[in-house]
């Protein structure tokens, strides 16, 4: 799940991902997008997001860009963006394959 | 005005849920977390509503984290501290509040506290035999145990083997209380995958406080040695101690060499070994002569933390023969002692079976004096009455 093997992203790690597409973020940041990206749809627990931000500092997805106070910035790296893009990539399929078989 | 309030933490180390359980229920009681010192747990008097607590597996460094602090905030968490280096201590106020909306994230952060702790586990282990490797000498596998059936309070009073002991039996009180722990951890990480009760068990926590106990004086003992708190000599002069000049009288030549003349009284002692003194002391002799054809005095004097413990070593020493000392009578006790053991040590020759060269040795005597729980051990070589000089070594075990 979104580990070394790469399966499929949760639903909080893909928008955690998302979250950095456009723009360097800070934690605190991040919760708020989710929330609004998905209308409140997926929770994102400080828990959670600690560990995420955690594991892909340690998977090298993202990367810190800028400490200020008790915020710290970080950014998507190539490997972060590659990941989110295999995940959409599956998302698509999983898509397709869902619109095909509707239309069978 | 901060009201502290200290409890010994009845769960194990790792035990998530038994220790936010506890938290939360201590919190429940006005008592809310303020920090951990080894198997105690401080919390401070305050009024609060119902909380709940959540304990955040730390991940790094066991630093405050201002980041991981100010997104919990975001979510109405309030940070409380850290516990025992394990966890963040969060608090809110609702109770249906969730740190974790991730069976997998969690599930992440669970295993890499295990794999983190498994490592901490080993050095742990390398704690327990650098510990127990120092006192060695101590172990039951080291010391005579012939000797300890019958010199039992001289045998454990050698400062190695009580440590070795207590130091054997904390450690494995720890490391089952933190092999408890890994598998607590290991079951409330499967319980999180698939399901299931986790309750949290208590009395693991009473494991490692025992085990502490047992370890807190091993550690303050280490702590001496290392430091050279254990050796504390102290001028013979003025020190009270009876010298061979006393006995031999003003006009006796002492020898001129530090080793058989020392100007100092050795003394030390840890925690976990009795305080003692030592001193010898020999008269002037040529080089054709050895230090044992002269005149000499060697007093060892040991006390310990019990007078009973001290009455046996008296009785202990009464029966080793030294040097031909021959049977120890024990006289009425005056001059405040309680214990008086003398034997007196006849002129003695000894031949040499091989050579046939002989050795004559000098009289003399031996006393074994208590005084409460002080032990006195004096070893006399010379034509002086040992016992006409009981009144001196008795003023100087009142002195010391």
């Known amino acids: 799940m979104g580990g070394k093997g790469r399966g499929p992203l949760t639903e909080p790690m893909f928008y955690v991902l998302m979250a950095f597409l456009r723009q360097e973020m800070c934690g605190t940041d991040i919760a708020a997008f989710v929330e609004q990206k998905t209308r409140g749809r997926v929770k994102l627990g400080p828990g959670t997001l600690y560990t995420l931000l955690s594991k892909f500092q340690d998977e090298n997805l993202i990367e810190e860009t800028e400490v200020e106070g008790r915020k710290r910035t970080y950014r998507l790296t190539s490997k972060g963006r590659a990941a989110y893009q295999e995940e959409v990539e599956r998302l698509r399929a999983c898509l397709r394959d869902a619109q095909e078989e509707e239309l069978l | ?400």
């Open chain 2, 1 to 400: 005005m901060i009201h502290t309030v200290i409890r010994i933490t009845p769960f194990g180390s790792f035990d998530i849920p038994g220790l936010e359980r506890w938290l939360g229920s201590m919190s429940a009681k006005g008592l809310r977390f303020s920090m951990t010192i080894g198997p105690l747990t401080c919390f401070e008097r305050t009024d609060m509503d119902p909380l709940q607590i959540h304990l955040e597996p730390i991940q790094g460094s066991p630093d405050e984290d201002p980041e991981l602090n100010a997104i919990y905030e975001e979510s109405g968490w309030q940070y409380w501290g850290i516990f025992r280096n394990n966890f963040y201590v969060y608090a809110s106020p609702d109770l249906e509040a969730q740190a974790h909306t991730d069976p997998a994230t969690l599930d992440y952060a669970l295993n890499k506290f295990f794999r983190h702790k498994l490592v901490e586990g080993v050095l742990l282990l390398v704690a327990n035999l650098l510990l127990l490797g120092l006192y060695w000498q101590g172990s039951p596998w080291e010391i005579d145990l012939l000797w300890l059936r019958y010199y039992p309070v001289e045998t454990l009073s050698n400062g190695k083997t009580i440590p070795f002991l207590l130091a054997a039996l904390g450690f494995l009180l720890l490391d089952l209380s933190y092999l408890l722990g890994l598998f607590h951890l290991m079951h409330y990480r499967r319980a999180m995958q698939h399901g299931g009760p986790v309750g949290g068990q208590p009395g693991v926590g009473w494991l490692l406080a025992a085990g502490w106990l047992l370890l807190l004086p091993v550690l303050i003992n280490t702590v001496q040695l290392f430091s050279r708190a254990d050796y504390r000599p102290y001028d013979l002069e003025g020190s009270g101690f009876v010298t061979l000049t006393d006995m031999e009288g003003d006009d006796f030549r002492l020898s001129g060499t530090p080793m058989y003349n020392p100007d100092h009284i050795s003394h030390g002692g840890t925690l976990l070994d009795p305080e003692y003194w030592s001193f010898r002391q020999y008269g002037s002799f040529g080089p054709d002569q050895s230090p044992y054809d002269v005149p000499h005095l060697e007093l060892s004097i040991v006390r310990y933390p019990l007078e009973e413990l001290a009455q046996l070593r008296a009785e202990e020493w009464s029966r080793q023969e030294i040097n031909g000392s021959g049977e120890y009578e024990k006289l009425t006790a005056e001059y405040g002692l309680d214990d008086i053991y003398y034997a007196q040590r006849e002129k003695r020759i000894h031949t040499n079976e091989i050579t046939g060269e002989f050795h004559a040795f000098l009289p003399g005597g031996i006393f074994i004096l208590r005084r409460e729980n002080t032990v006195l051990f004096a070893d006399y070589y010379g034509h002086q009455d040992l016992t006409g000089h009981l009144d001196k070594f008795a003023a100087m075990l009142e002195n010391l």
